[in-house]
């Protein structure tokens, strides 16, 4: 801990005069000591007392972090095996952790490798910047895009290599709830618990779907229908024909969107062309909380109405794109 660091660098201070004068003199952090010091140990004291002078005019050029950096290929240099060994203990420390809150939401939290942490890092850092009506924090933006990256991943893997079935999230919800009637029940999800009905109807909106009856008691009595919303033909010709999220100004690819119902499928909608329109995420959960509306623009057209009263709607790709294209 932070204490164990202070005792060990005022100790190593003792060895380290320029560091201890810089130090108290103010032109060096507390901080930069520590990292200083640190190599003290895992480096030798005649390698780091031979680059003190490097090291100082290092510190006071950089800050602590990439100061560390500096020291980190010091460490390669002088001990490559030495590195190597803590790299693989470093690696035993990795774990994640995901628990599910009272409230419903996922509290992460752990620690990742050098290479799966810059993979994240580059994953959830990768989508494009936001548009002029977009106010999500960084944060959050982030905790989407990561959304957006664990969906396509449980979409794409070979159901030959997982028992036959893709991994999926399973959700029990009773029809009323889907059709928005009052009284009507929570939804469950597993792994979280009771869901409101607007998070059920986005989740329903573009997923395989089983119908159960059941008796009063709430025991299946019957596995009937699987309710499919596109298919893989009908995803690529969505792809083709909207090339992007239609909610305006969003350019967000198909990869990245759901087969959104303009007409929910629980309220009778069909699942033909002229009935999906692509979403993504943000946008499709917008329209299912009733920020948004999608209306009928005519000539096979869909626009978006924002429900504080604004209106707008995508250009059309370079082919005009009707809603009973193929």
Not at 155 to 166: I, K, L, M, N, Q
Request: negative net charge; hydrophobic residues 40%.
């Amino acid at each position: 801990g932070d204490a164990r660091q202070q005792i060990t660098a005022a100790h190593a201070l003792t060895a380290l005069p320029g560091v201890a004068e810089a130090l108290a003199g103010g032109s060096i952090s507390w901080r930069h000591a520590t990292v200083i010091c640190d190599a003290v140990e895992r480096i030798g004291a005649d390698v780091v007392t031979d680059a003190e002078p490097i090291l100082l005019d290092a510190a006071a050029a950089l800050d602590p972090g990439r100061l560390n950096r500096v020291m980190a290929h010091l460490r390669h240099i002088v001990d490559p095996a030495g590195a190597d060994a803590d790299a693989a203990a470093e690696f035993e420390r990795r774990g994640l952790y995901a628990s599910p809150l009272l409230d419903g939401m996922v509290a992460v939290n752990g620690l990742l490798d050098p290479d799966t942490g810059a993979a994240l890092l580059t994953a959830v850092n990768s989508g494009p910047p936001p548009t002029g009506d977009d106010r999500r924090s960084p944060a959050q933006r982030r905790a989407d895009r990561l959304g957006e990256i664990l969906r396509a991943d449980l979409s794409s893997v070979d159901p030959s290599t997982a028992g036959g079935h893709r991994p999926h999230l399973t959700m029990t919800v009773d029809g009323a709830t889907l059709r928005g009637e009052r009284g009507a029940t929570a939804a469950h999800l597993d792994w979280i618990g009771p869901i409101d009905a607007a998070t059920a109807r986005l989740i329903g909106c573009d997923c395989e779907l089983t119908a159960v009856v059941v008796d009063e008691h709430g025991i299946p009595l019957n596995v009937g229908w699987r309710y499919r919303t596109a298919t893989p033909g009908q995803r690529i010709e969505l792809a083709g024909r909207d090339r992007h999220c239609q909610a305006p100004g969003c350019d967000r690819p198909p990869a990245w969107c759901d087969a959104h119902h303009v007409l929910g499928w629980y309220h009778g909608g069909r699942t033909d062309l002229s009935n999906l329109v692509l979403l993504c995420r943000r946008h499709h959960r917008a329209v299912h909380q009733g920020v948004w509306s999608i209306v009928d623009a005519g000539n096979g057209r869909f626009a978006f109405k924002l429900n504080r009263g604004t209106a707008g709607s995508n250009p059309a790709p370079p082919a005009e794109r009707r809603r009973d294209a193929a």
